[in-house]
């Protein structure tokens, strides 16, 4: 029972985060909360969700990135990386191109011409029209 008490706890906590608490997302800062190891606390995600708490972790913060490109206001990669708490650009460059396929810089791109060239309507489908720079820069769409 207390087992389970720990990951649903974090698993909330994660969830229910914003993009500024990135720096409470961390297998280290978790275990220390809890009192317990990070080995043990990585066990129990792997025993009670088949899942790995750092790809967890790392996912949420992929979430998170995914909402602050896709915004109206023009944040830096760098400032994004930092909210996240990346230690680098290229740290946050290479999660999200592992998690997403495509780069924070193309995926922003991306959203920023489907702002601009919004989906029409096919047939009862709805298709991205082609747009020459999306297709030169992004091999598939994100959403």
């Given at each position: 029972?207390?087992?389970?008490?720990?990951?649903?706890?974090?698993?909330?906590?994660?969830?229910?985060?914003?993009?500024?608490?990135?720096?409470?997302?961390?297998?280290?800062?978790?275990?220390?909360?809890?009192?317990?190891?990070?080995?043990?606390?990585?066990?129990?995600?792997?025993?009670?969700?088949?899942?790995?708490?750092?790809?967890?972790?790392?996912?949420?913060?992929?979430?998170?990135?995914?909402?602050?490109?896709?915004?109206?206001?023009?944040?830096?990669?760098?400032?994004?990386?930092?909210?996240?708490?990346?230690?680098?650009?290229?740290?946050?460059?290479?999660?999200?191109?592992?998690?997403?396929?495509?780069?924070?810089?193309?995926?922003?791109?991306?959203?920023?011409?489907?702002?601009?060239?919004?989906?029409?309507?096919k047939k009862g489908k709805r298709?991205?029209?082609?747009?020459?720079?999306?297709?030169?820069?992004?091999?598939?769409?994100?959403?």
């Amino acid at each position: 029972m207390k087992e389970k008490y720990f990951t649903e706890k974090i698993l909330e906590f994660a969830f229910n985060s914003k993009p500024g608490d990135c720096r409470f997302l961390t297998a280290k800062y978790q275990a220390q909360k809890y009192g317990v190891s990070i080995p043990y606390l990585s066990a129990l995600f792997k025993k009670n969700h088949d899942m790995n708490l750092k790809d967890i972790l790392i996912g949420i913060k992929g979430m998170h990135g995914i909402h602050l490109l896709s915004k109206k206001v023009k944040l830096p990669i760098k400032e994004i990386a930092g909210i996240l708490d990346f230690r680098s650009v290229h740290g946050f460059e290479k999660m999200f191109k592992r998690l997403y396929g495509v780069t924070p810089i193309d995926y922003r791109l991306w959203v920023t011409i489907i702002d601009k060239y919004p989906c029409i309507p096919k047939k009862g489908k709805r298709k991205i029209e082609k747009h020459p720079i999306a297709v030169s820069r992004l091999k598939t769409p994100m959403m």
